[in-house]
Structure formats: C-alpha cells, structure tokens
C-alpha cells in the first residue's frame, strides 16, 4: 500500500508570496515528483477558514484555492486527490474524539493560538481547538508525511503525540506521522521555509501585515511586483552571506531565487556568496518573482470554475471512502460501535 503525503491551504484570502512559495509550490512540485509511487491528498481546509471569519466569500476562495493548485503546474491522475475537508464530515466527528485525548496544557502552549489571541478579550473556541481537527485531516488518512511551513511544525508534533497516546490507550490504530526532521528532509529542504517581509525582514511575509511593499500579492502586477523586490530591504554589510538570524533580509532574496527556479539553496548561495553588488541579485530576483508571477497569472485566467467542480465529487468520494473506514475502527476501539 502507498504511503500518503497530505496538505492543504486556508482559503480565505488571495495568497502572498510568502503563502505560495513557502507551501503550495513546494507541495505541487512534491505531487508531481511522487504521485507514481504515494498517495497524495490535497485537501481545501474550509472548515479551518471560519476561524477567522464566516462571511459569502468561502465557496468562492474555496474555488480559487483549488484553481491556484492547477495554475502552479499541479498534474492529476489516479494518486491524486483533492476535496473540502467539510465534504468529509469524519474530520469533525473525530475531532471531538481526539479533543478527548489532547490536554488543555498541551493546546494552550500552541505558538499560533497565543499569536491569535494575543491582545483579544475573547478569542473563539476555533483557535484554541483548530490544531485538533488538524490532526483529525492527517490523522483519517494515515498520512506519513504533512509538508508545511515552520509555522506548523508545532501542530504536526501535536498530531503524533495524540496518534501515539490513542495508539497506547486503545491498540494500533493511527499511522504516526513522520517527525519534523525526516518533513523537512522529505520536502528537500535544510529546514523549514519562511519567506520574510520584505520591509521588515525579521518577521515573515504576511498578508495581514500593513504597507504594501511588505509584501506580494498573487494578484499583483507582476511589474509591480518587481519593484517590490528592489526596494526590500537588506543590510549594511559590505558583501552577501546567508544567515537568516542576523541577515535576514539578504538571505531572504537568496531563498526567494532558489524556491522559484527549484535550485539547491546551497547552489544560490555559492553563486552570490561574497560578491559586493546587492543590486545585482536584486534584479536577479525581481526578474524571477516577475515571470512566476507572469506564468502564473497566464495558468490561472485558463484555469475556469467549473475545471473545478469536475474534479471535486471524485476527490470527495474517495476521500468518504478512506476518512469513513478510519472512523469506524475508532469508534469500535472506544466503544461507540
């Protein structure tokens, strides 16, 4: 039986730079690369989205979520499949049976929940509690392996010490997925890939983050984009070197080239190491976050909606079929069956 590779992308919004070469490129490019030899699953985490609000726009940046998965180049065949997570309603159904296993020590220590809430007099339930329906998305699927950004790390620990505390409560049960170091070596990486603000470099590009020039948009012009690019900001030391703690805003420009061409980072670096000319790499890198954006906006306005709604009830049933015979193995080990 193949091992699974899970992901998915919140839908609330049109995603910056940061969003897609941090997590959905990365994972397309995995797809791609092993979806002859892995199940892959790419889920639309809906039910994730009304964390932050419930408003009319949901089915909409549900569509386009999935559409920004074909316009970065996703190939489909019978390994792959993509569905709404609130389309499978045993994400929910084991979550409360997991909410049961987890501790409340445990969820108060996540670093998104204190982030989320900090400075709120009341912050919903959703934010303490999403991590759990989290480990219930990989959880369903016996997934071995969740590329993420380092923002999530956190969660995919969460979600193996649940698996392994159910698994020691109530007999083998759960595959437990694998820990952050073998993620992160699977996805290529050195370590975990957070593309930085490009006004402020030691926090990480967020749409949320006032200034437009802190960050790219997909949707943006992707001459506008450029200019972006050239005017981040960097540092004052004489030459180039890669070190994300104390240069941060250099080394981010290093990062952003090699996740666009699919080049070893170390490669970009030994190119660029040393040299004197930060303009030059700048324009380096304008040049290539320009054509990502160019290719990709191509692919998206001949990407239509109903492209879409094709693929979805196929993703969906098969997801029913996997999600729904996990469940019913945990309702017997508890004693619900």
Known sequence: MNKTILTGLRVNSVLTLGNYLGALLPMVR???????????????????????????????????????????????????????????????ELTWILNCVATMGEMSRMIQYKEKSEGKESANVGIFDYPVL?????????????????????????????????????????????????QVEFMGLDNGIRIRDLVNPDKKMSKSTPGENSKIMLSDLPEKAAKKIMSATTDSFEDIEFDLTTRPGIS??????????????????????????????????????????????????????????????????????????????????????
């Not at 030899?37 to 949901?58: C, E, K, Q, R």
């Not at 995919?156 to 820990?179: C, K, Q, S, W, Y």
């Open 252 to 337: 981010n420009l290093l990062q952003i080239e090699a996740l666009i061409n699919d080049r070893p980072l170390g490669e970009i670096i030994r190119e660029w190491q040393g040299k004197s000319r930060y303009g030059d790499l700048k324009k380096q890198v304008a040049s290539s976050v320009q054509k990502l954006l160019e290719d990709f906006q191509t692919n998206y306005a001949n990407t239509s909606d109903t492209d879409v709604e094709e693929i979805l009830p196929i993703g969906e049933k098969y997801a029913n079929e996997i999600a729904n015979a996990k469940l019913a193995e945990v309702y017997q080990k508890v004693g619900l069956a």
């Open 30 to 92: 995995l797809a791609n690369k092993y979806s002859k030899d892995y199940t892959v699953n790419i889920f639309v985490p809906d039910l994730h989205s009304i964390i932050s609000s419930i408003d009319g726009t949901l089915k909409e940046n549900t569509i386009r979520s999935i559409k920004y998965f074909l316009s970065a180049g996703l190939e489909l065949n019978d390994n792959v499949h993509i569905y709404r997570q609130s389309r499978v309603p045993a994400h929910t």
């Open 134 to 182: 989290m480990a219930s998305d990989i959880l369903l699927y016996g997934a071995s392996y969740v590329p993420v950004g380092e923002d999530q790390f956190q969660h995919i620990e969460l979600t193996r010490n649940l698996a392994i505390r159910f698994n020691h409560r109530f007999g083998d049960t759960f595959v437990v997925p694998e820990e952050t170091k073998k």
